[in-house]
């Protein structure tokens, strides 16, 4: 049989509505493209027939004909009559080979919203896979989606797959597919696309077809790619995933052809399609020279200050960055990108500890110039603010952050540029051991009683600042609304004799958990969304809680309210898929942060801001009617109570939730607080 | 020269007692500083978005009460900060919504001290 050409004829020139009954095991372009074709050749017969009645003057002698000639019967029948069946099992469809790669990577979960552009992949998934491993679960928003993916991640280490439809899906999943980027998170995140414009159905099909759906994340994904084969797919997917899941980490994106999912699986150089193994690629550790150079200065110094972001990407980072701080007896400010450091250790020190600091060492820190200059929003200098150093000028910087190795051009995630004495681009995890050994050996004997003296002093001041700010969540302890440091210590008494983790605090409660848990474990605190886009928390924290709910950890959140509608869809998804989880919302009734922009802004101009009846500036409140979030919890399944003003009544609504969500089903609670 | 050196004493003796009596009066002409209507004030002016609304403080600005400072301190800073906290003229914040801002944030009461609060050990 000859092979057919893309055009639709085969290569005998034979008219191709003859071969939509080839066996579509050996020639897969053909099962749903023969049939279309075969109505575009049909056409292109009639067409042919004209033109041979010009070439030939015998046939032009015999009487006039209609210059358009009516189509035949069969040709007729091919332009409007119902298409003939497709050719079921027809082969192995080329989704499940797909979900026999995914399942080589261990994939758990599949959070995702239903799309036409990867129907054959989700079909697969749930019938040739059995729907687990990844088990397909139902999200109502691309977004939720790859947040829940975000917050899994943090949780437990492994990335998530999501799906999304090509173009309308794609750019629903943007934001949080950003979010992941600046947090510096894997999520795999495949996009169903259908490429081929002269075969793919017409209409809405198309609408969400574009020629490069990768296009819209680049500039925030790690990697993309379009596989145009099963091979190039399994070669593709694995190297996705071991892109992404070497640090830095980040978001990686695959444009799935729709065609490619529905054809059968054909051989590939004589062979069925291979499954790559997956390796993982060791993560860059800090030239040597540099890490003896960064030791020298931190021996010498006397007041280095360790200043860690995102430094443990895992427990064990924690367990390096307390050797490191204890060998050099320095403070360590904890950004919190990640739970970096004890916070029940005498080391730990308020971000003020750099102004006194000679040598600073920053690990995976997100803006270094943020961390040693000070900007203040006070309308000097034609409204750009003011800046000022936070540091003596002679302090000596150090720099060790895998993510210098993969900065990109557009999305400013890279922040103001700050000089660096000595700047390693490499993972400071990875480069720890190598540091703490470079420090041991540069250590001189006659330091070290200075060194000793410097954690005693610290001691002291660990305490008078544990003092300090007890002191001040003591203020407006009984008051209602609530404030937020009731609000977080009794969440905190709640779930203290639990396994917990904190996998989501939005909203800014004054940084009150980690000012005041005794956060120890890596786990108990995720950081933020990385890329402060509004609506991570609530996703991101039901995908923390579906990882914590398979190791056995309780789940809480202080979930803000205007983050919550952004897509509150994912209470749903949560009940539906059984995952515990105590979000405690912090209910300040606006979206606070531009409530204060508003307010310095028509303080700036002279002018009486206008609330219009709200308690915030139009625009910025959330009230008018009060949002019941506590019943729209529980229309989608949550056990839920509210709203909590009272906070004598507070105790014991959390006790109730924390059973709730012990016996493995999601609890809310509605609580009015104060604004920070 | 004596005699002017004294015109002036009295002068000023005079200026005094003048600004005296009619500071007595002004004083008998404005209402007393009101709490409650402090407490309106204080809302409807955005001094909550920050300070919380018993003016206990938080990430975003410093406790205000109770104990707050001196007027004079706070009508000096409320005036003319160039910090992160946008200066309030007397067109936006009278001198009078001040007082009773002052008013209000005096009279909130002091609250538990930490070490009574089992939580808060």
Known sequence: ?676 | MRNNTMISKFNAVFLLALLGCLSSQVIAQTPAPSADQGKQAYVINGCWGCHGFVGQGGIAGPKLAPDPKPIEYIDAFVRNTRGTMPPYSEKILSKKDLADIYTYLKSIPKGPDYKSIPLLN
């Open chain 1, 1 to 676: 049989m000859t092979e057919p050409t893309h055009s639709g004829q085969s290569a005998d020139n034979s008219p191709a509505e003859n071969n939509h009954t080839l066996d579509i095991q050996t020639q897969p372009r053909l099962a749903r493209r023969g049939f279309l074709s075969g109505v575009l050749a049909s056409g292109a017969a009639a067409a042919s027939t004209a033109a041979s009645l010009v070439a030939n003057p015998a046939q032009a002698a015999t009487p006039a004909k209609p210059s358009v000639l009516p189509p035949s019967a069969k040709g007729a029948l091919a332009e409007t009559g119902v298409p003939p069946d497709l050719g079921h099992g027809a082969g192995m469809p080329g989704s499940d080979f797909m979900v026999d790669v995914i399942k080589s990577l261990d994939i758990k979960y599949l959070p995702s919203n239903c799309a036409s552009s990867f129907r054959a992949l989700h079909e697969s998934i749930i019938d040739y896979g059995g729907n687990t491993k990844p088990e397909f679960l139902t999200c109502m928003h691309e977004e939720s989606a790859v947040a829940m993916g975000h917050g899994y991640f943090k949780a437990c280490g492994k990335p998530l797959l999501t799906l999304c439809h090509g173009t309308v899906g794609l750019q629903h999943a943007s934001m949080a597919i950003y979010n992941a980027w600046c947090d510096r998170v894997p999520v795999i995140v495949v996009g169903g696309n259908d490429l081929d414009a002269a075969y793919r159905p017409p209409g809405v099909p198309t609408f969400h077809a574009a020629q490069d759906i990768n296009a819209m994340v680049r500039d925030y994904t790690k990697w993309d790619d379009t596989p145009v084969s099963l091979q190039h797919f399994s070669q593709s997917f694995v190297r996705a995933y071991k892109i992404a899941m070497t640090p830095p980490y980040g978001p990686v994106a695959i444009s799935l052809d729709a065609a490619l999912q529905m054809a059968p699986v054909h051989l590939h150089e004589g062979k069925m399609p291979y499954i790559p193994k997956y390796i993982p690629t060791s993560p860059p550790q800090g030239d040597s020279g540099a890490v003896k150079e960064a030791a020298k200065l931190l021996v010498n110094a006397t007041n280095p200050v360790i200043v860690a972001d995102r430094a443990a990407r895992t427990p064990a980072g924690v367990g390096l960055l307390v050797q490191l701080a204890e060998l050099l007896q320095a403070k360590v400010i904890d950004q919190g990108g990640r739970m970096n450091f004890p916070k029940t250790h005498y080391l730990l020190a308020p971000a003020t500890a750099i102004a006194i600091a000679d040598v600073i060492i920053g690990l995976e820190l997100s803006d270094f110039w943020a961390t040693v200059n000070a900007y203040t929003d006070n309308n000097s200098n034609d409204g750009h603010g003011t800046n000022a150093s936070r540091i003596k000028p002679e302090t000596k910087l150090i720099s060790i952050n895998s993510v210098d190795l993969n900065t990109k051009s557009n999305y400013q995630d890279f922040q103001r540029f700050q000089v660096v004495d000595v700047q390693m681009a490499a993972d400071a995890q990875t480069t720890l051991p190598s540091l703490i050994e470079a420090v041991r050996s540069a250590l001189p004997n006659d330091k070290k009683d200075a060194i000793a003296k410097r954690g005693e002093l610290q001691r002291k001041t660990y305490e008078e600042d544990r003092i300090r700010t007890r002191t001040a969540a003591a203020l407006g302890w009984n008051v209602s609304p609530i404030s937020t440091a009731r609000l977080v210590m009794e969440t905190y008494a709640a779930v203290k004799n639990e396994d917990w983790a904190l996998v989501a605090s939005e909203g800014n409660v004054s940084n009150w958990p980690v000012r005041l848990w005794p956060m120890e474990k890596h786990h108990q605190w995720l950081g933020r969304s990385g890329g402060y886009g509004v609506g991570y928390g609530a996703p991101a924290s039901v995908g923390a809680a579906l990882a914590n709910r398979d190791l056995g950890r309780f789940s809480v959140s202080i979930q803000s309210d205007g983050d919550l509608m952004f897509a509150p869809g994912v209470l749903w998804t949560a009940a539906k898929h059984k995952i515990p989880l105590l979000s405690v919302m912090h209910n300040n009734r606006g979206y606070h942060q531009e409530v204060m922009h508003l307010q310095r802004l028509a303080n700036f101009r002279n002018r009486k801001v206008n609330l219009d009846g709200d308690m915030g500036p139009v625009g910025t409140s959330i009230e008018n009617p009060d949002i019941q979030y506590h019943e729209l919890a529980k229309s989608m399944g949550w056990w839920a109570k509210g709203p909590i003003k009272d906070p004598a009544q507070l105790a014991s609504a959390l006790k109730e939730a924390v059973a709730v969500v012990k016996s493995g089903h999601p609890a809310l609670l509605n609580v009015w607080t104060q604004p920070r």
